[in-house]
């Protein structure tokens, strides 16, 4: 019976060569995998605006605020001598494919035309003036033209997208687009304030928390409807902020861990040693108490608070500031059982 060579050494070792490479290959990928979702939902989110500034800030728009305010007045001045100006500023996808593509941001500056908006009006545009130069001078002109743009791009995608799927046309307005740039203003400048109409002081983090109540009072009322319009319409505010948001909740909880912590170890030592009182008074721990290891108080000490201890030093002999309690208490027997040595004379004397 024939025998059948064994296989040779160069097989085995070629399929072990292959297989540990396919296994190395896959691991880095799926590490690969993990660090780039890793980054995407956090290193990415806190450096990619750097990173696109390094590479498109010659993109930015110096004063952007002024332009956009500029644009503003102008449309609230045209539509206030002629109402029918506001139906050309709409969003309309059927008519910006007829040529009419000031469409596409002029549905940004829509102005409200009624009693209330026109008397206050001027204070608008000053607040507005106000927001735009406080994160320009914050942020510098880039990170603004690019929060800016964002908003736009998010405003614009509801109805971009119904108008390729359905051909609906899904009118839109600039609403959210200016309450995120608020709503930054107000992250950034929390304890700013500003005076309502010349009268009423309210600080900025107020403001936001003003808003905020009233998109949920818009969400409770209007139902699903309004939802995807508020967070679309608000992608640039997180997409932004939603970091700082995750860094401020996990350093809360760390902060929180930590003092629960603090106050368990707090209560476990006065446990075993003890409610913390003055020694003379018996305050407790309200008040500021120090620990003395003077000779009178020995090595492990008593409390006293800060209107007994200076009595207290006063009635103890000071000793060296390296010289510990039983060394004091030691130091007057010392000395008395030390002997005195006769100098030697010197011959000649």
């Known amino acids: 019976m024939a025998r059948t060579p064994p296989p040779s050494r160069t097989h085995f070792r070629t399929t072990n060569v292959t297989e540990n490479a396919r296994f190395v290959s896959r691991a880095r990928f799926l590490r690969a995998r993990r660090r780039a979702i890793l980054w995407f939902l956090w290193g990415g989110c806190l450096n990619w605006i750097d990173r696109l500034q390094q590479r498109f800030g010659f993109l930015a728009i110096t004063g952007l605020g002024r332009y956009i305010v500029g644009v503003q007045f102008l449309c609230f001045v045209l539509a206030l001598g002629n109402p029918a100006v506001v139906d050309l ?139 995807l319009p508020i967070g679309v319409g608000l992608l640039n505010y997180l997409a932004f902020f939603g970091p700082e948001y995750v860094s401020q909740s996990r350093h809360a909880s760390e902060v929180y861990k930590n003092r629960q912590v603090f106050t ?62 039983q060394n004091t208490a030691a130091a007057p027997a010392n000395r008395a059982g030390r002997r005195k040595t006769p100098r030697k004379k010197r011959p000649g004397r």
């Open 89 to 227: 500023l709409h969003l309309d996808f059927s008519q910006v494919a007829q040529g009419e593509v000031w469409r596409l941001v002029t549905f940004l500056f829509i102005p409200s035309l009624t009693p209330l908006n026109i008397i206050f009006a001027i204070f608008y545009f000053v607040f507005q003036w106000m927001v735009f130069q406080g994160l320009e001078a914050q942020w510098g002109a880039f990170k603004l033209t690019l929060y800016c743009f964002l908003g736009w791009v998010c405003a614009l995608a509801l109805p971009l997208l119904a108008w390729i799927f359905a051909r609906e046309v899904l009118l839109t307005s600039g609403e959210y687009w200016s309450v995120s740039i608020e709503l930054a203003f107000a992250f950034v400048y929390p304890e700013y304030t500003i005076y309502l109409y010349m009268i009423l002081p309210v600080k900025m983090k107020w403001m936001a928390w003003a808003i905020g109540a009233f998109l949920i009072f818009q969400l409770w009322t209007q139902g699903f409807a309004e939802a």
């Open 264 to 325: 368990a170890a707090k209560r476990e030592a006065e446990s075993i040693l003890g409610p913390r009182v003055c020694s003379q008074c018996g305050a407790g721990t309200d008040r500021d108490l120090r620990l003395c290891t003077c000779a009178q108080c020995g090595e492990d000490g008593k409390l006293w608070c800060a209107d007994h201890l200076p009595g207290h030093l006063a009635k103890v002999p000071a000793r060296n500031p390296g010289q510990s309690a």
